[in-house]
Structure formats: C-alpha cells, structure tokens
C-alpha cells in the first residue's frame, strides 16, 4: 500500500501556504523537499558527532569517519556498483561530469579528437565538454532528437567515428522526460571500444539504477534531487577507468605523500576527493536513500508514472495545449517505459514566464524558461516551456489544481 498522506507528514514544508493558497508543489526535477529523517540525521550529526573525517583518531573523528564510509556502502548498494572504491562523493552530477570531462581529456584525448553528448543535454552536459575542447582542441559532436523527443539511436554509427573518445549522455532527459536507451547505447559504444557516461541526475531519484546492469563507465547524479541535502552527489566510475584517470583537484585527503619534489596520491575512491568532504551531507544522503528504499524504488516508479500519465491525460483536455516530448510514459510499440516524471508545456502563445508567474500566484510552483537545456530550446524552435515534474509525495488532486489554473489561466489571456 503507497500511504500517501503518511509520507505527506514526512515532508512538512507541503502543508505550508503561499500567498493564502496551500502550497503545490511540481518543481522537484529542480529539487526535492527533504524529509524529516533527513533533516533530523544531519542536525544529530553536528549536535552528537561532529568532527573531521580521516584523519583523527579521536572518537568524534572515528564515529564521523564511519557514518561517511558506511553512506559510501549506501550508495554503492542503491546503484548496485562492485565496490566502494567506485563511487566517489562530489558536489553533485555537475561536479562529476566536470571532473570526468577534465580528467578523461586530460589524460585520453588529442586534439581533432572528438566527444558524442545528444540534443536533450542539460548545460551540465555539455558546456563542460566544451571547456575541454576549447583548451584542447577537441570537437563536441551531438547526437540528434526526433520529433517526438526521442534520441535517434539507431543512427549513432553515424556519429561516431574513430575519432570519437567518450560518449556522455542524459539517461532522463530534464525537460523532455525521454527515458533513454543508455544500456543499448553502452553496448554500441562498447563494440567500438568508447566508454560511456551517464548523466542519471534526473533517473536515479525515479527507478532502480543498476549500473553493472547499464555497464556504463561513469554515472553522476545529486543528493539534492532525491530528498536529500544540496551539495552533496555521486560519480561513479568503473575501478578499471578511475585507476587510469589523474586527479581532479589537489589538497588534502587525496595524497599519499607530498615532498617538493613529488607527490603520490591515496588509492581509490580517495584520488578524487580532495579536501574535507561534505561528510554530515553523505551521512544525509545516505538517510535519504534508506527514506526511498523503506517506500520501494517500485512503488516509488509506480506512483510517479501514474502521475505522469494522468497530468498528460488533464492537460491534453486545455485547448491549444503543446506537449514536449513522449506523450505517454510506455512506449505504444516497444512496451518499455519511455517517460519520466517531468511534463514540458506552452498552451497558445501564453508566455512560459507568464504561465509561471499566475500558476505561482495560486500557490503553484513549476518552473519556466530553457531549463539549461538551451541547445534543445533551439531544436525545438521555443524559447522555454512550463515545467511541472514530480516526486514520490505528490499528487493527483495537486495534478487537478495545477490543470484547473492553467484553465483559469488560459481564459484570462
Ligand atoms: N543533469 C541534468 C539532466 C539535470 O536535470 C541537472 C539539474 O537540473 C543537472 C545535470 C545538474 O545537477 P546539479 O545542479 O545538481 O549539479
């Protein structure tokens, strides 16, 4: 049984009012509300424990250091990854493709060498990419869309050549909802020898991820969009491509020893994470995916798909409604899900800014704008859509004031 209103009382901000009207909700791919299992782990944390990880031997250091390693098994357990060598804390999925883009560059690519990202990539995807190929020469390619929001794999032969070094792609697309093929996609690349990396920001909060399963070669994704704290995410890296690739940052934590005439760097996960780390937000994160694991990552999908198909349902009620990407989330022919939780809109020619604002006047909060996709934008021919995405909390009769404002709405105009 999904108990929607016990997991609605875990998350008290939704019981807040804005403007007189009661809060609703619908920007989780942004972020999610955290519950209070969360909150109340990372605020005993600092009460109870706090103190350095690593190097202390002193008992606060000990148990600190503990609750950070052991959320490192936490993790590693929720994306089913061989070791805790391979996952590495970061900032969050930015952080991690940064560090992978500057690392792997660094270390694999030449100039004239080139990068395969899609059409459907958040900025994070993509403009660090492009720093490298600045510095280095190298050539960011990109893997087209279709019409109906779906990335055109069967031509992906055509855009890779034997030039191409690494292949770094959304596995849920943060505007779209497009759930990718990632797995067929890795066993193309694999064929031709490239590794892949997966931008799982918006599929790890949403399904069970399984990355010896995906056998993709890097995955990143944030704390923050699964109900845990801002600042704190993941980079997976197979051990076999982490071994190879030279540190990211300098600093503590991540050496083994330091002389002025050479440094040689702590083993893995270690290499990469230099400085003191975020260890009271791992220890959140960690909270955040036993929170999820308790409800079931099944449950979780089940509940947010039946969302998903009914908002779609709703809005394509609201004449001169305009739906961005897969309009259902199975896919008619192939059986498999094809849509996540995030539903893009412009209704007429309504401003999506001015959709946003009165939405958020009756207590409704989507998002508006290119959602740092501006390149899709560009595909797509539109400046920004309306953005309503959801979480395992939500609702169908939140669904039901959001479509009865967009109506409202869509008759003032
Ligand atoms: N990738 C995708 C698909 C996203 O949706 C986002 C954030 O919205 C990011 C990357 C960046 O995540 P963060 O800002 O948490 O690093």
């Known amino acids: 049984m999904y108990n929607i209103n016990s997991i609605r009382e875990d998350f008290p901000i939704l019981s807040r009012q804005v403007y007189g009207k009661p809060l609703v909700y619908l920007d989780n791919a942004a972020t999610t509300q955290k519950p209070l299992c969360v909150l109340d ?33 936490i993790v590693r357990q929720f994306i089913n990854a061989q070791k805790t060598e391979e996952i590495v804390f ?92 990632v797995q067929r996609i890795v066993s193309v690349a694999h064929l031709r020898g490239i590794p892949v990396m997966v931008d799982a920001a918006q599929s790890v909060p949403h399904m069970k991820i399984d990355v010896q399963q995906l056998d993709c070669d890097f995955l990143a994704f944030s704390g923050h969009k699964m109900y845990g704290p801002t600042g704190i995410g993941v980079l997976y890296g197979k051990e076999c491509w982490l071994d190879k690739l030279p540190p990211y940052q300098g600093g503590g934590e991540m050496i083994d020893k330091v002389t002025w005439e050479q440094t040689t760097f702590e083993r893995l996960p270690y290499k990469f994470e230099a400085g003191t780390p975020d260890y009271i937000a791992t220890h959140g994160l960690a909270t955040a995916i036993k929170y999820m694991n308790t409800i079931g990552l099944k449950n979780i999908e089940a509940h947010e798909q039946e969302l998903t ?23 008619p022919s192939s059986h498999c899900p094809q849509k996540d939780a995030v539903v893009s809109f412009l209704v007429g020619d309504i401003h999506h800014l001015d959709m946003g604002t009165l939405l958020d006047r009756l207590g409704i909060a989507v998002r508006t704008g290119h959602h740092c996709a501006q390149p899709l934008m560009d595909r797509l021919g539109i400046s920004g859509t309306v953005r309503a995405s959801f979480a395992l909390y939500n609702t169908k009769e939140e669904i039901d004031t959001l479509v009865a404002g967009i109506h409202r709405i869509s008759q003032m105009f």
């Open 41 to 73: 782990a990372m605020r005993k944390e600092y009460l109870n424990v706090n103190a350095n990880v690593h190097r202390g031997v002193h008992y606060l250091s000990q148990q600190a250091t503990d609750l950070h390693e052991a959320a490192r098994e």
């Open 90 to 181: 970061t900032r969050g999925t930015t952080e991690a493709i940064n560090l992978i883009a500057t690392s792997f560059c660094d270390s694999q690519m030449q100039e004239g060498d080139e990068i395969l990202v899609s059409d459907m990539e958040h900025h994070s995807n993509i403009v660090p990419w492009q720093l490298q190929a600045q510095r280095k020469g190298i050539v960011v390619r990109h893997l087209p869309i279709n019409d109906e929001g779906e990335l055109t794999i069967d031509k992906i032969n055509d855009f890779i050549t034997e030039k191409t070094k690494i292949i770094s792609i959304a596995h849920v697309s943060n505007v779209l909802g497009t759930i990718n093929d």
């Open 309 to 331: 198909n009914y908002c779609m349902e709703k809005l394509k009620t609201i004449p001169n409604m305009r739906l961005f990407g897969p309009t259902t989330t199975i896919h």
